[in-house]
């Protein structure tokens, strides 16, 4: 029998980078000095010794360069607002990488509309860095990002660089921008964003990730621009305690009987979930 | 088969308390219920019980059990840990073997699971038949009043005298080694236990084959309105879950110690009908409603499971039933509603 599945690798932290009130982007370093060996969209269990681990999706992509990767960290419960008091060199326990990733090899060859709310950004990142890294794999590449405010985007240097780059479209809106703030983009939702794209129904995929209440406006636009529900991939956020596909937390039902979230997902064709209400 | 008198079986006992080195278990009485517990003489062992409070799986699966340990010194080191206690268990109804059978499909699914793993197969598991059935069980239906196998030793009691079924080589073993005197069974022996068997009776029942509930359980997760009738009364409490010998969702955490030097990860057992059960960091909680949790629950036991290791996950103990404060659990009551509402 094998080692325990609990026991977490020695990892360090690399670089802290604050990113907005709530979100730090983290660089992590296995000690063994492997490279994680993850998917576009799949999930590690961060571990804090003493104050528990949570699942925080992979925010790079595996074609980044050296052997790190990054998570993006909203400090939201007890291990990830201990995370954002630790200090670069601080050393963290990593368990997985867990779950299926975005269908990379299927969406080759097609148009793929990114379709990102908030802290939804953090997963699709691992995606779009990859399609941007090997930018003559894909066809045509459209990012939608949606925050509330222009003080709640995410990695901003990255995004200045997306709007710069002419073999991709890239498109912002923020719900709201209070007075004296200064902001160039789209004010209203990420649904308003979406009748004015362009889309060749027969080669699109969209990728969608944000939260809960984000997913029914979003997949009511794109069933309006008729792209049909097998192109649709969305990533679901569950509190995996295990990730083993044991523990019961993350489990939903679905069209094939049941998912464990953990090990099933937590990217899912848009198909295979819809109308299950325990799933959006 | 092979006969035993019940004097030679208190001795057998008995010589397993005092030599073997391994911890003995047995069901006892406690108030006017049963529990397995450690047994010191065999005069406690009560092999005519009903129905246990818990079922034996909180000996692979303990209530909360360590899986890391943590110690620091200049830095924090993480060791697994695994609590492995060798036991021999007496006195387990067919529907709990049943259920660790179950159990060990899903804690040997891949990724492997070493802390039940190996809590398991450090135990002698020696079944009793059902003498009497308790008054919510409804094994019968379930087809889990009985098993060929999931045991080592499997004893039946034929009035002053046990039958004794064995069932793997670890079960020949601890008879062998203990020089215990076994008869062979006569023919008259084998009607015996089959008559005792036919005779076992259940006061509860379900009224339909229970192969038939992934269907039907298929066909009701959108029976809103029987779910919220049903759970109306349910106070989001657990119990149905803990003693439930199907039930193995559980909860990851950490303590640390006072001197903040040393602490652990541990498991703990959860439940799908406590509120925050499926909630995430944000506040969101996917069965934010009792409806919602209390028919998962019934999904797990008629479809969920089955679909994924073919296995109904109701055994027909009674537990729930019978531990539920407003008694609205026992899936015996809930399948039969569902079947004769069936268009």
Not at chain 1, 38 to 67: C, M, R
Not at chain 1, 109 to 138: C, H, T
Not at chain 1, 186 to 209: F, H, K, Q, S
């Amino acid at each position: 029998m094998n080692e325990s599945p609990y026991l977490p690798e020695d990892a360090t932290i690399l670089k802290i980078t604050p990113m907005t009130e709530r979100e730090t982007l983290f660089e992590i370093k296995l000690d063994n000095y492997n490279a994680l060996g993850h998917q576009p969209g799949q999930f590690v269990e961060v571990s804090v010794p003493g104050v528990g681990e949570a699942p925080i999706s992979i925010s790079s992509s595996p074609t980044k360069k050296g052997n790190s990767f990054e998570l993006c960290v909203r400090a939201v419960g007890n291990v990830t607002n201990v995370l954002h008091g630790l200090k670069e060199g601080d050393k963290i326990g990593i368990r997985g990488p867990y779950g299926t990733g975005f269908p990379v090899d299927e969406l080759k060859g097609k148009d793929v509309l990114f379709i990102a709310g908030g802290l939804g950004i953090a997963p699709l990142r691992s995606f779009i860095n990859y399609a941007l890294d090997r930018r003559d794999e894909f066809a045509d590449v459209k990012i939608l990002y949606g925050c509330r405010a222009p003080c709640e985007i995410l990695y901003g240097d990255e995004v200045g660089g997306w709007k710069e780059r002419d073999d991709i479209r890239y498109h912002e809106t923020v719900d709201r921008c209070p007075e004296g703030v200064c902001w160039e983009g789209n004010i209203g939702v990420i649904t308003t964003l979406i009748p004015g794209i362009d889309i060749d129904l027969e080669n699109t995929y969209a990728v969608v990730c944000g939260p809960p209440i984000m997913y029914r406006f979003v997949l009511m636009e794109l069933d309006k621009k008729n792209i049909p529900d097998e192109r649709i991939i969305l990533s679901l956020e569950r509190h995996m305690k295990c990730g083993l596909g044991k523990c019961g937390h993350c489990q939903i039902n679905g069209s094939k009987g049941e998912y464990y979230v953990c090990q099933d997902g937590p990217v899912f064709n848009y198909a295979d979930i819809k109308g299950f209400e325990e799933a959006l | 088969m092979k006969i035993i008198k019940k004097d030679d079986l208190d001795s057998f006992v008995d010589e397993l308390i005092v030599n073997d080195p391994r911890e003995v278990v047995g069901v006892k009485e406690r108030g006017n219920k049963y529990v397995f517990d450690t047994l010191r003489s065999s005069e406690e062992l009560r092999l005519d019980y009903d129905v246990t409070i818990l079922p034996p799986k909180k000996y692979f699966l303990p209530q909360r059990e360590t899986l890391l340990k943590f110690r620091s010194n200049d830095k924090i080191k993480a060791e697994p840990e695994n609590d492995v206690i060798e036991r021999i268990i007496l006195g387990i109804h067919p529907y709990d073997l049943i259920a660790i059978q179950q159990m060990d499909r899903v804690f040997s699914e891949e990724p492997e699971d070493p802390n039940y793993l190996k809590k398991q197969e450090s135990t002698v598991l020696i079944g009793v038949n059902m003498s009497k059935a308790s008054e919510r069980c409804f094994a019968g239906s379930m087809k889990t009043a009985f098993t060929d196998d999931g045991y080592d030793l499997m004893l039946t009691d034929l009035g002053g005298r046990y039958a004794v079924e064995i069932g793997t080589d670890k079960g020949k073993e601890l008879l062998d080694k203990s020089g215990v005197t076994l008869e062979d069974a006569s023919e008259d022996d084998r009607k015996l236990l089959e008559e005792i068997k036919n005779n076992l009776k259940f006061e509860t029942k379900m009224n339909f084959e229970p192969g038939e509930l992934p269907e039907l359980m298929k066909a009701n997760y959108g029976n809103d309105k029987f779910w919220e009738e049903n759970a109306e009364n349910c106070y989001s409490c657990g119990t149905c879950n803990l003693v439930c010998p199907t039930c193995y969702c559980f909860d990851v955490k950490d303590l640390m110690e006072v001197t903040l030097t040393e602490g652990s990860r541990i498991r703990q057992w959860d439940g799908c009908l406590l509120e925050h059960f499926a909630e995430v960091a944000g506040g969101e909680n996917f069965r934010e409603e009792r409806a919602e949790r209390y028919r998962h629950r019934y999904m797990r036991k008629g479809l969920y499971l089955h679909n994924k290791f073919e296995d109904i996950a109701c055994v027909g103990c009674g537990r729930c039933s019978s531990q539920c404060v407003p008694d609205i659990a026992d899936p015996a009551e809930i399948f039969n509603k569902l079947k004769e509402g069936e268009i």
